[in-house]
């Protein structure tokens, strides 16, 4: 059974970081392109980075220069560094493992930034 159990989401202010984990079992994560998505309230779902089993990476317009999208192999977990964060980052951010013909995601954790 694929889980991918996302952790890290909080409130935090304006200007601030943090790290989102995306850990996954049940599936051979070296052939899996990974992505962090997000909705925020009112809005549809969108990218906001990807990591391909490579490691080459693309990110959303809005995030460039802030977010960071990383993958550690051996445990099968990949990360979204967010830093200088602002009030529209707030969303549920979703993990996502895509292979071929096989979609999977995460059930999604929220953050929020707000003073």
């Known amino acids: 059974q694929v889980q991918l159990v996302e952790s890290g989401g909080g409130l935090v202010q304006p200007g601030g970081s943090l790290r989102l984990s995306c850990a996954a079992s049940?599936?051979?994560?070296?052939?899996?392109?990974m992505g962090w998505y997000r909705q925020g309230p009112g809005k549809q779902r969108e990218l906001v980075a990807s990591?391909?089993?490579?490691?080459?990476?693309n990110y959303a317009d809005s995030v460039k220069g802030r977010f960071t999208i990383s993958r550690d192999y051996a445990k099968n977990t990949v990360y979204l560094q967010m830093n200088s964060l602002k009030p529209e980052d707030t969303a549920v951010y979703s993990c996502?493992?895509?292979?071929?013909?096989?979609?999977?995601w995460g059930q999604g954790t929220q953050v929020t930034v707000s003073s």
């Open positions: 996502n493992a895509y292979w071929n013909r096989y979609d999977y």
């Open positions: 049940g599936l051979t994560f070296s052939l899996y392109a």
């Open positions: 990591i391909s089993r490579g490691g080459s990476t």
